[in-house]
């Protein structure tokens, strides 16, 4: 029997997903302080930072990556936020990643494979990578 979600979880969740994906800093970071997983998934895979990642929101993946979140996190679809952000061209949030100890290598297609796609050299090198 599967357990029917409590809709205010619900509601809950998906306006912590939104906050990640506006890059809502402050009031992300305050939903972790209170309580809330650091690496909260959605029903994709896609972590808050991920989704913050991908929108282009450097601080707010910092401030995740502070608190304990995984830089490397993979979701559904193999996918991680580093190759996100190289797909986007999200240069502060690749930079916020990597130092955030984040592997150009992992995903499918892993970041370095991503800019190889699209031709960014420089990220290539950026990554260790010729």
Known sequence: MTEVPDPEVVELATKIFDLARRGQTEALVAYVEAGVPA?????????????AAYHGH??????????????????????????GAVFKGETDVIKALLEGGADP???TPSAVDTARMFGRTQLL????EH
């Open 39 to 51: 690496n909260l998934t959605n029903d994709r895979g896609d972590s808050l930072v991920m989704l």
């Open 105 to 107: 290598s992992i995903g």
């Open 125 to 128: 090198e950026l990554f260790g």
């Open 58 to 83: 450097s601080d707010a993946v910092r401030a995740l990556l502070e608190r304990g979140a995984e830089a490397d996190r993979v979701n559904d679809r193999g996918q991680t936020p580093l190759a």
